[in-house]
């Protein structure tokens, strides 16, 4: 059972920089898809980016792309979001989430997730 911990949220201002971790314990993330979603409040859970373990290849929202980057980090079995640009509309729980095979948008078909971390942006 992969279980999966997000850290690295919390306040930033408009323009700023984040940088948040997931993490996967009792297992690895070998042959697997990492999906980076986020929740605001009133507003159902949205895709922002996702890695494939294997091939590397990353999908990305319109809403972050050329803001945000995801990475994995092979050694520290870690897969990271760098956000930059930060926006108030950016401001949100985001959650990690692992499934086997192919990356994709879909949250539905991911079958790990972690508890999610709060990341809010000022204006």
């Known amino acids: 059972q992969v279980q999966l911990v997000e850290s690295g949220g919390g306040l930033v201002q408009a323009g700023g920089s984040l940088r948040l971790s997931c993490a996967a314990s009792?297992?690895?993330?070998?042959?697997?898809?990492i999906g980076w979603f986020r929740q605001a409040p009133g507003k159902e859970r949205e895709f922002v980016a996702a890695?494939?373990?294997?091939?590397?290849?990353?999908v990305y929202a319109d809403s972050v792309k050329g803001r945000f980057t995801i990475s994995r980090d092979n050694a520290k079995n870690t897969v990271a979001l760098q956000m930059k640009s930060l926006k108030p509309e950016d401001t949100a729980v985001y959650s990690c989430?692992?499934?086997?095979?192919?990356?994709?948008?879909?949250?539905?078909?991911?079958?790990?997730w972690g508890q999610g971390t709060q990341v809010t942006v000022s204006s």
């Open positions: 989430a692992a499934k086997w095979g192919i990356v994709t948008r879909t949250p539905t078909l991911y079958d790990y």
């Open positions: 009792g297992g690895t993330f070998s042959s697997m898809s």
């Open positions: 890695i494939s373990w294997t091939s590397g290849v990353t």
